[in-house]
């Protein structure tokens, strides 16, 4: 016989000896629905833990091993970077000594350019009698001579001027004097100029080889063809 309850929060009676039942648990003041959302949210919430747990526990040993490597290859490099290390600091140790070779070089070399450059103005019926330097620092030097006219003087001067060793070339004067020449006589101007001196570039200067001339420019010249006679 079957017995319903009508009263809200009542319980039937169950009758003695009636058999084993099983029954689920409820939530009172909740609609079944809500109980199984709650359900369905934890067991999500508990299987994204445990996914994430599983995905940092993947990247961790993945770090592991990429530390591991890095670990490895510097030991394995490290003789390899010592050596560079050790052919860099001689690189730049030899470039400085270079530099002051160069600059040692080009001190040295201060007087030949200068008489090669005053040389090569010299015009015609033009001579020096006297190249002194008169100032170290800036270097001035002073040239003296004579010329068969002023005209002579003006072209030297010019010619002077455009050489890349003088920044500055200042008459000091001219005067007429009388040369002797054997027998005969001739006027001629007598004159002094001042030089300052300019350092070029060692990249501007013309450079020779120190121990005999190179092959290529030996083939450059004895393929040149000769000029033509007039």
């Known amino acids: 016989?079957?017995?319903?309850?009508?009263i809200p929060?009542?319980?039937?009676?169950?009758k003695k000896g009636a058999g084993l039942s099983l029954s689920l648990p409820?939530?009172?003041g909740l609609p079944d629905k809500w109980v199984l959302a709650a359900a369905?949210?934890?067991v999500s919430a508990i299987g994204a833990g445990a996914w994430l747990s599983y995905a940092d526990s993947g990247r961790r040993a993945e770090l592991e091993v990429a530390l591991d490597q890095a670990v490895q290859d510097s030991s394995r490099f490290a003789d390899l970077i010592a050596r560079t290390s050790g052919l860099t600091a001689r690189r730049d140790s030899i470039f400085e000594k270079v530099g002051i070779i160069q600059e040692i070089d080009r001190d040295r070399?201060?007087?030949p350019h200068i008489l090669?450059?005053?040389?090569?103005?010299?015009?015609?019926?033009?001579?020096?009698?006297e190249i002194v330097q008169v100032q170290e620092i800036p270097l001035k030097v002073q040239v003296s001579g004579r010329a068969?006219?002023?005209f002579a003087i003006t072209v030297f001067m010019n010619q002077l001027q455009a050489s890349p060793f003088f920044s500055r070339v200042k008459f000091l004067s001219s005067q007429e004097s009388i040369a002797n020449s054997g027998v005969a006589s001739q006027a001629v101007q007598e004159f002094q100029l001042e030089l300052d001196y300019e350092p070029v570039p060692l990249e501007e200067l013309e450079t020779v080889p120190l121990f005999g001339v190179d092959e290529a420019a030996t083939d450059d010249v004895g393929t040149r063809a000769a000029p033509e006679e007039n």
């Open 1 to 6: 016989m079957l017995q319903v309850n009508l």
């Open 9 to 14: 929060g009542g319980r039937a009676k169950k």
């Open 26 to 28: 409820t939530m009172s």
């Open 40 to 42: 369905l949210a934890a």
């Open 109 to 111: 070399y201060t007087w």
């Open 116 to 129: 090669d450059e005053v040389a090569r103005a010299l015009p015609e019926y033009t001579w020096l009698t």
């Open 148 to 150: 068969g006219n002023i």
